[in-house]
């Protein structure tokens, strides 16, 4: 079976762009959780989605959004894209959305911004 | 408010000798804790989790970790080390609210020497 996806896995934006990034879970997979990995420290929850309904929202501005389709895929939009934006975007999927379950990760977008 | 600490940026090891990565959490509540490792350039690789039950948890790739709730830690832990495991570890705790987002450490880097 396949992993979690994401798309694209590089890009390059210049300051002030608008930016989306995808992802597709674990095929069953309901829950879809979105982290921001800056070079040198831990991924940073941003978003967390289950039955397409948001169930969480880390502290980042609303810049930040996201959202999750029918089919349980998402995408995470960034506006207005600064220079501190440049990091690895993380996607997640799990079963469901209970503490018991661990999260499987995608491979990342890699999103420096100049 | 959940929060892992990883006392440790680097952990060196020869290969073939134990090797031990620190983990310390603070939590209200029962801990939800996770090991992740992380390759360059990849995503973060799920390695085990403590949920409740036995102390010694045994994960992916040999790995193992020791939950001790009076010492409030849960340190992984490998009898023999491979070159190959060198990378980035992540110890996570969960969030008990309605996102279950995962709170990860800053990271260990972990490198085994041939």
């Known amino acids: 079976d396949a992993g979690v996806t994401q798309s694209p896995t590089h890009l390059i934006k210049t300051r002030g762009q608008h930016v989306t990034l995808r992802c597709s879970p674990i095929?069953?997979?309901?829950?879809v959780s979105w982290y921001q990995q800056v070079l040198g420290q831990g991924p940073q929850f941003i978003f967390q989605?289950?039955?397409?309904?948001?169930?969480g929202r880390g502290n980042f501005p609303d810049r930040f959004s996201a959202r999750q389709f029918p089919n349980y895929s998402s995408e995470l939009n960034v506006n207005a894209l600064l220079l501190g934006d440049s990091a690895l975007y993380l996607c997640?999927?799990?079963?469901?959305?209970?503490?018991?379950?661990?999260?499987?990760f995608g491979p990342g977008t890699r999103l420096t911004v100049t | 408010a959940q929060s892992v600490a990883q006392p440790e940026d680097q952990v060196n090891v020869a290969e073939g000798n134990p090797l031990t990565v620190k983990c310390t959490y603070s939590?209200?509540?029962?801990?939800?804790l996770f090991w992740y490792v992380q390759y360059p350039n990849r995503g973060l690789q799920f390695l085990l989790k403590?949920?409740?039950?036995?102390?010694l948890v045994k994960g992916s790739y040999g790995f193992e970790a020791e939950f001790n709730k009076s010492q409030t830690s849960f340190h992984l832990k490998k009898p023999s080390a491979l070159v190959s495991d060198s990378a980035l570890y992540f110890c996570?705790?969960?969030?008990?609210?309605?996102?279950?987002?995962?709170?990860f450490g800053s990271g260990t880097r972990l490198l085994v020497r041939p």
């Open positions: 997640a999927s799990s079963g469901q959305a209970h503490s018991s379950y661990e999260q499987y």
């Open positions: 403590y949920i409740t039950g036995d102390n």
């Open positions: 989605y289950y039955e397409k309904e948001e169930r």
């Open positions: 095929s069953g997979h309901k829950s």
């Open positions: 996570a705790v969960r969030e008990v609210d309605s996102s279950y987002k995962l709170i």
């Open positions: 939590v209200s509540g029962n801990p939800y």
